[in-house]
T-cell receptor
């Protein structure tokens, strides 16, 4: 069964600190993996998209990694800001046109 | 602002009714995607169109249908509405398909009473 699991469910960190969010998947055939940031009540915003051959992708203070062998991905946020408070969603594409969503990690950054 | 527009922003209706949600993609984008986000199920992919043709179906109920018009805007039709259809419905667009970045609209919040 195609599944995407994210951990932790929620996370609280202090402003300026780094954090890492995890995404494990059992999706076949793997096509690509996306990370989104979603503010409450708003549409998701794309952070990174990685295909099978890509190990790392950065977008400003956000760095995503992908290990296709262990079927794991992580999203590392550097020097967190209050505006990073949001839900972060991992999405894995199975085959060409199937999108499997994780349940997200809710991040809260405190001043 | 992603450049994707959705109307209406909010919709309140009764069980058994039918509604139409509208989406205008970013200028030049050929793909349109529809997603549903409910509190208990999270985000789910419903359907994708590319240049007027249906490309993929996800967890879309038979009571739901969609189409993409020649001007590339799209409509999602929800009929025989049930309480469980209450959710945020997002539209996204991308220039092409596959590994293209998808740009999400602000969503339509549907409440079924």
């Amino acid at each position: 069964k195609n599944q995407v699991e994210q951990s932790p469910q929620s996370l609280i960190i202090l402003e300026g600190k780094n954090c890492t969010l995890q995404c494990n998947y059992t999706v076949s055939p793997f096509s690509n993996l996306r990370w989104y940031k979603q503010d409450t009540g708003r549409g998701p915003v794309s952070l990174t998209i990685m295909t099978f051959s890509e190990n790392t992708k950065s977008n400003g203070r956000y760095t995503a990694t992908l290990d296709a062998d262990t079927k794991q991905s992580s999203l590392h946020i550097t020097a967190s800001q209050l505006s990073d408070s949001a839900s972060y969603i991992c999405v894995v594409s199975a085959g060409t046109y199937k999108y499997i969503f994780g349940t997200g990690t809710r991040l809260k950054v405190l001043a | 602002d992603s450049g994707v527009t959705q109307t209406p922003k909010h919709l309140i209706t009764a069980t058994g009714q039918r509604v139409t949600l509208r989406c205008s993609p970013r200028s030049g984008d050929l793909s349109v995607y529809w997603y549903q986000q409910s509190l208990d199920q999270g985000l789910q992919f419903l359907i994708q169109y590319y240049n007027g043709e249906e490309r993929a179906k996800g967890n879309i109920l038979e009571r739901f249908s969609a189409q993409q018009f020649p001007d590339l805007h799209s409509e999602l039709n929800l009929s025989s509405l049930e309480l469980g259809d209450s959710a945020l419905y997002f539209c996204a667009s991308s220039p092409g398909e596959l590994t293209d970045t998808q740009y999400f609209g602000p969503g339509t919040r549907l409440t079924v009473l």
